[in-house]
């Protein structure tokens, strides 16, 4: 059984920073592609930030320059900078492992005050 816990998540003014983590447990850690969501209030889960098995990263527009994804597949952990909030970022933040199923996290709040 795969679990996938979050940390990192807070209160924030515009344009400071977060780390968010998320620690693996389980042995398909760096066979899995991982991924962050956020759902913010009211609207549905969106898809944030890739990373594959290769290190090669993605990002929905958004987030792009802002937000950094990366992975220690030693420590079975991927991370996510968040760098320049905005309030627009607020949401809770779900960690998605893909390997042979879908995993997830039982995510993280995240808010930015203007």
């Known amino acids: 059984q795969v679990q996938l816990v979050e940390s990192g998540g807070g209160l924030v003014q515009a344009g400071g920073s977060l780390r968010l983590s998320c620690a693996a447990s389980?042995?398909?850690?760096?066979?899995?592609?991982m991924d962050w969501y956020r759902q913010a209030p009211g609207k549905q889960r969106v898809l944030v930030a890739t990373?594959?098995?290769?290190?090669?990263?993605s990002y929905v527009d958004s987030v792009r320059g802002r937000f950094t994804i990366s992975r220690d597949n030693a420590k079975n952990t991927v991370y996510l900078q968040m760098d320049s909030l905005k309030p627009e970022d607020t949401a809770v933040y779900y960690c998605?492992?893909?390997?042979?199923?879908?995993?997830w996290g039982q995510g993280t709040q995240v808010t930015v005050s203007s």
């Open positions: 389980g042995s398909i850690f760096s066979r899995a592609r």
């Open positions: 990373i594959t098995t290769a290190g090669t990263t």
């Open positions: 998605h492992g893909s390997y042979l199923r879908d995993y």
